[in-house]
């Protein structure tokens, strides 16, 4: 049974590290909302492309990844949506996308992955990454990590996933040994 992981969480909550060491640990293909619109767009920042912009950026990206890891899954391949999924109501829309191959007859297991990390972590590891910034990460603003802090939605086991919680904290190894993680299964 192919399995769709969707990775919540905070800038710099570490959701790529661990997409990375959930790669290795399940030869997943890994597909990462901000390695796509920078290759895209370029790097940029909110501010100067508008908020509006912005997530006319995300949304289109995100359908492409979202076709993308469809046909992955219709091959029986596992996937990793390195994304953030912020909000409850996109977390569903891309549960309901791939439950729809459920449908036709192939079963697909989705898991919803959320990298916790205390907003004080957030705010020390956003000044060292904004420092010396990774080449497919953006530039986050500190106070705009106060507003998507504000905006986020906890993901609930009651969302169409099950819902794996992960100690964000946890130092990630070179041989990508994955975190803490803890299990929910969909009510």
């Known amino acids: 049974m192919p399995t769709a992981h ?3 969480g ?19 293909v890994l597909f990462s909302l901000d390695y796509w619109l920078i290759t895209t767009h370029g790097r940029y920042s ?18 492409l990844i979202s076709g993308l890891a469809l046909e992955s899954l219709e091959r029986g391949v596992d996937v990793i949506l390195d994304d953030g999924f912020f909000l409850r109501e996109h977390r569903q829309q891309q549960i309901a996308v791939f439950e ?4 036709k007859g192939s079963v697909v297991r989705v898991k919803t ?23 497919y ?5 500190p106070e705009l990590i106060e ?34 993680r803890t299990e929910y299964s969909p009510r």
């Open 113 to 135: 992955h959320v990298v916790q990390v205390p907003l004080p972590t957030l705010r020390v590891r956003l000044a060292k990454r904004n420092a010396d910034l990774p080449p």
């Open 147 to 180: 507003q998507f802090s504000a905006m986020y939605e906890q993901p609930q086991a009651d969302e169409g996933a099950e819902l794996v919680v992960v100690d964000g904290t946890a130092p990630f190894s070179k041989k990508f040994e994955l975190p803490t």
């Open 100 to 103: 729809r191959i459920s449908t």
């Open 6 to 8: 969707l990775i919540s």
């Open 137 to 141: 990460n953006f530039e986050v603003n």
């Open 46 to 63: 909110i501010g100067a492309v508008g908020h509006e912009e912005h997530v006319r950026r995300v949304l289109a990206g995100r359908h």
């Open 10 to 28: 905070l800038p710099c909550s570490g959701k790529t590290s661990y997409s990375a060491a959930l790669r290795e640990e399940t030869g997943a």
